[in-house]
């Protein structure tokens, strides 16, 4: 029952800032137990962040570029697990997991052929002296999958890990009928019921938001405290044109991202419209994420949302969204309050894909993902020492368990690690 102290890294679709978290990880019969040791956002180095979230810079780069964006990159995430393991780790870890940054996902006729990430681990690993796992949505891809969402295993667990451990399950008054939403730059949902398990993206998250608020403003590309959406008022003609989408037809599984949900979009949609003010134009896309998100839940008869990600710290967008799932009945939860920081969740996730990857144990979700069976996930990049590998666990993982926060380590932490070794 090896402790593995992994330092988690997270870039998402939103781009707006690079997540790091630091958590202890162990296997305890058929549970996984996580202690959340602290997580930190850094800034996303804005050259580079304006290149990749510019699509149409991005079609016409050649690999000159594309290999100057996966070092930069990976200089950015090496640098941000050196602040993880220093900061948040009281100076050692174990292990890296990198989600890396998507660049492209290929998509044909509603299937992925082919995903790009970026963030060269090499980096990381050089940085740190850590073995990285990294690429982690690949295999999947090769499986058949959509490389995505990669949640939906962590958040099955999460759910269970609840049912079993606090009384009456996930709160007296709602025991069942539980989902799980991240809202990033896109949305996605996971849900545990009778019929098993379901993820999936709903639509864009913070994605048009953003592209609205870089539309309106010279000053932004986001939101800032949902300010200018609550200051307008919906605008039923566009937030119709919006609800017009494929993708909300379409039946799970089912992912998609920026190469999407983008300012061209946007601006396709606006055309033929009568001029959308600025806060209008806010306010309508934020309320289409509410909606798709609510309508979503609702189709599964959820009772209850638990949310994380940097949506929730948009207040207009929790109010729309609150108010659209209370017209369905449904309670809307943070994460913080079952025990994971809702803005760091997703490097909490990453981090635990890299404990299960180096034990051997699939990552992916084939019911969500859509791959051809569960898979182990990920690349492992050496580090300093030469690495052992953690024997293969011995019973399938049921549920994971989040214990108290551990914001303070002891100076003599000096439990055995779980993948470098100094023996070969």
């Not at 997580?39 to 594309?66: C, F, I, K, N, V």
């Not at 995903?115 to 295999?139: F, K, N």
Request: proline share 6%.
């Amino acid at each position: 029952m090896e402790k593995c102290r992994v330092i988690g890294l997270h870039s998402g679709t939103s781009m707006d800032a690079l997540d790091v978290a630091a958590a202890e990880l162990r296997l305890r019969g058929d549970e996984i137990e996580l202690e959340p040791l602290g997580h930190d956002e850094l800034a996303y180095p804005e050259r580079l962040r304006d290149e990749l979230a510019d699509p149409a810079r991005s079609r016409e780069a050649g690999p000159e570029t594309w290999c100057r964006l996966d070092t930069e990159l990976g200089r950015a995430l090496a640098e941000a697990a050196r602040h993880g393991t220093a900061e948040l780790a009281n100076g050692r870890a174990d292990l890296v997991a990198s989600l890396g940054q998507t660049a492209y996902h290929l998509i044909d006729e509603g299937r992925a052929l082919g995903t790009l990430q970026l963030g060269q681990p090499a980096w990381i690993a050089e940085e740190t002296g850590l073995p990285v796992v990294s690429d982690l949505r690949s295999r999947d891809v090769a499986a058949g999958g959509q490389g995505a969402p990669l949640a939906a295993l962590f958040d099955t667990l999460w759910l269970r890990g609840l049912h079993r451990n606090l009384p009456g399950g996930i709160g007296r008054e709602a025991p069942s009928g539980a989902t799980t939403l991240n809202i990033g730059g896109i949305a996605n949902i996971t849900v545990d019921g009778r019929h098993g398990v379901l993820a999936y993206d709903t639509g864009p998250g913070n994605a048009l938001i953003d592209a609205a608020a870089a539309m309106v403003t010279n000053e932004r590309d986001s939101d800032v405290d949902g300010a200018l959406a609550a200051a307008g008022r919906v605008r039923d003609d566009l937030l119709e044109v919006l609800l017009d989408d494929e993708h909300y037809s379409a039946e799970p599984p089912k992912s998609t991202g920026k190469e999407r949900f983008n300012a061209e979009y946007l601006r396709t949609r606006l055309a033929g419209l009568p001029p959308v003010g600025a806060e209008d134009l806010l306010a309508t896309v934020t309320a289409l994420t509410a909606r798709t998100v609510a309508e979503e839940c609702a189709r599964h008869a959820s009772r209850l949302v638990i949310a994380s990600g940097g949506g929730t710290s948009n207040p207009a967008l929790l109010t729309a969204l609150r108010a659209e799932l209370a017209h369905r009945d449904i309670e809307l939860r943070t994460s913080d309050r079952h025990g994971i920081p809702r803005e760091g969740k997703e490097s909490y996730l990453t981090a635990v894909l890299g404990f299960l990857s180096v034990h051997g144990i699939a990552g992916n979700h084939p019911s969500a993902t859509g791959a051809a069976g569960p898979r182990v996930l990920g690349s492992i990049t050496p580090g300093h020492e030469p690495l052992r590998l953690p024997a293969p666990a011995e019973a399938p993982v049921n549920a994971l368990r989040v214990l108290p926060h551990g914001d303070v380590l002891a100076e003599n932490d000096q439990e055995p690690a779980c993948a470098p070794s100094t023996s070969p």
